[in-house]
């Protein structure tokens, strides 16, 4: 599978909703009914995306509108920052926005055989290997499901929006990344720069 995301490698996506999982679900039917929510990235053998795990409330809107039309768009957005023209020591150079992002479209199909996986794997996402997970709730978890269902959502498009000054001239990048030393913006900044 040829790279379906310009100069944008699939793991660049995967890596940017690994660590903020938390997106809006903008229902296309009556986006008025937006929530935020985490998701999981699915992805198949060859690294084509091709899924986003997760769940719903019961209580919110949304739900009844995704189930009689699913299609939904996913913003996500990463570290982001100001970056001021002092950072770059250039009184002629304009301020700009830092930002690493992404747009996913796909089909909602909500289904209560999903819901324990959603969870599961969310949750394992979150603590990591040795953390907490579900089944310390016992008897709860199954009264706490009742709120909530699961969904996959098919991906039908991708487009992501990584502004992480490869645009720049090499001593203006490498101010900037100097001056977000640390920092989650600087760290994909300089994990980009080395690409």
């Given at each position: 599978?040829?790279?379906?995301?310009?100069?944008?490698?699939?793991?660049?996506?995967?890596?940017?909703?690994?660590?903020?999982?938390?997106?809006?679900?903008?229902?296309?039917a009556q986006p008025d009914t937006?929530?935020?929510?985490?998701?999981?990235?699915?992805?198949?053998?060859?690294?084509?995306?091709?899924?986003?795990?997760g769940h719903l409330p019961k209580?919110?809107?949304?739900?009844?509108?995704?189930?009689?039309?699913?299609?939904?768009?996913?913003?996500?957005?990463?570290?982001?920052?100001?970056?001021?023209?002092?950072?770059?020591?250039?009184?002629?150079?304009?301020p700009t926005w830092n930002f690493?992002?992404?747009?996913?479209?796909?089909?909602?199909?909500?289904?209560?055989?999903?819901?324990?996986?959603?969870?599961?794997?969310?949750?394992?996402?979150?603590?990591?290997?040795?953390?907490?997970?579900?089944?310390?709730?016992?008897?709860?978890?199954?009264?706490?499901?009742?709120?909530?269902?699961?969904?996959?959502?098919?991906?039908?498009?991708?487009?992501?929006?990584?502004?992480?000054?490869?645009?720049?001239?090499?001593?203006?990048?490498?101010?900037?990344?100097?001056?977000?030393?640390?920092?989650?913006?600087?760290?994909?900044?300089?994990?980009?720069?080395?690409?």
């Amino acid at each position: 599978m040829g790279n379906q995301f310009g100069d944008i490698p699939p793991d660049h996506i995967q890596a940017l909703i690994d660590q903020t999982p938390l997106c809006w679900i903008v229902p296309h039917a009556q986006p008025d009914t937006a929530l935020l929510m985490p998701v999981i990235l699915e992805r198949d053998p060859d690294g084509g995306l091709v899924s986003l795990l997760g769940h719903l409330p019961k209580s919110r809107p949304a739900l009844k509108i995704l189930q009689e039309n699913g299609a939904a768009t996913f913003l996500f957005l990463g570290p982001n920052a100001y970056i001021a023209p002092s950072v770059t020591g250039k009184t002629d150079w304009a301020p700009t926005w830092n930002f690493a992002s992404a747009i996913l479209s796909g089909d909602i199909k909500a289904s209560e055989d999903l819901t324990r996986a959603a969870i599961t794997q969310l949750v394992s996402h979150m603590e990591g290997p040795a953390g907490w997970d579900i089944s310390r709730l016992g008897e709860r978890f199954d009264k706490l499901a009742k709120q909530i269902i699961g969904f996959r959502a098919t991906i039908s498009s991708a487009v992501p929006r990584f502004k992480l000054a490869q645009d720049e001239s090499a001593d203006v990048r490498q101010s900037i990344i100097s001056a977000l030393s640390g920092t989650p913006l600087g760290i994909w900044t300089e994990a980009y720069e080395k690409e």
